[in-house]
């Protein structure tokens, strides 16, 4: 089983509108938790890192929100753009960076 | 700045043949790490490397094996392909091991036959 799940597996939405991407993990010890995003054919491009200690991280549209008690982060996009499709990956880190893992990512699709 | 620089993009290889997959940093980062990534999974780690010289192994590195003679390169190598190692392939590096942010190469999809 996974250590970090994500939800929904894909998602479709029309431009402009706002959309929550879901990441629930296990991974324990816990260190970070990070959001990629990754186009199509790319490498993953980092959104944010959040500690233990951080609730919340925006980045422009971006704002990811961190529970450590429940062990679940969001990842709220607004005012989506088409440039915005791609696939987010939820990646939570228990020690250091030898120690990382990879949700399975959701794909986001942004209509016009 | 060019970052992670992957080689190559794409390659198909028949089951059997020996292949490198090259990655060169130019941003003096001395942790160095590679990744498959495969439909339905996340990235899971293959090999890392922390600083040149040394090598540490990932989540899944049978059939594999990695080198870091110095600090910008860290190939891939696959010593007798096998179909199971059919994925898209990325290499990453971080300033350091510990929170440093992962910087990805562009990928390169390895298809074996």
């Known amino acids: 089983k996974n250590q970090v799940e994500q939800s929904p597996q894909s998602l479709i939405i029309l431009e402009g509108k706002n959309c929550t991407l879901q990441?629930?993990?296990?991974?324990?010890?816990?260190?970070?938790l990070r959001w990629y995003k990754q186009d199509t054919g790319r490498g993953p491009v980092s959104l944010t890192i959040?500690?233990?200690?951080?609730n919340t991280k925006s980045n422009g549209r971006y704002t990811a929100t961190l529970d450590a008690d429940t062990k679940q982060s969001s990842l709220h996009i607004t005012a989506s753009q088409l440039s915005d499709s791609a696939s987010y990956i939820c990646v939570v880190s228990a020690n250091n960076n030898n120690d990382m893992r990879f949700g399975a990512g959701t794909r986001l699709t942004v209509k016009p | 700045i060019a970052g992670i620089t992957q080689a190559p993009t794409s390659q198909i290889l028949a089951a059997g043949r020996r292949m490198t997959l090259r990655c060169t940093q130019d941003m003096r980062h001395n942790a160095m790490y590679w990744y498959r990534q495969d439909l339905g999974l996340g990235l899971r780690l293959i090999h890392y490397s922390n600083t040149a010289g040394t090598t540490g192994k990932g989540e899944v590195p049978d059939g594999y094996s990695v080198s870091r003679a110095n600090t910008d390169d860290f190939p891939l190598t696959l010593a007798s392909a096998v179909p199971s190692q059919t994925s898209v392939y990325f290499c990453a590096s971080s300033a350091n091991r510990n929170t440093g942010e992962l910087f990805f190469g562009e990928g390169s999809r390895l298809t074996v036959l």
């Open positions: 959040m500690t233990f200690s951080e």
């Open positions: 990441c629930n993990y296990t991974v324990s010890p816990f260190s970070n």
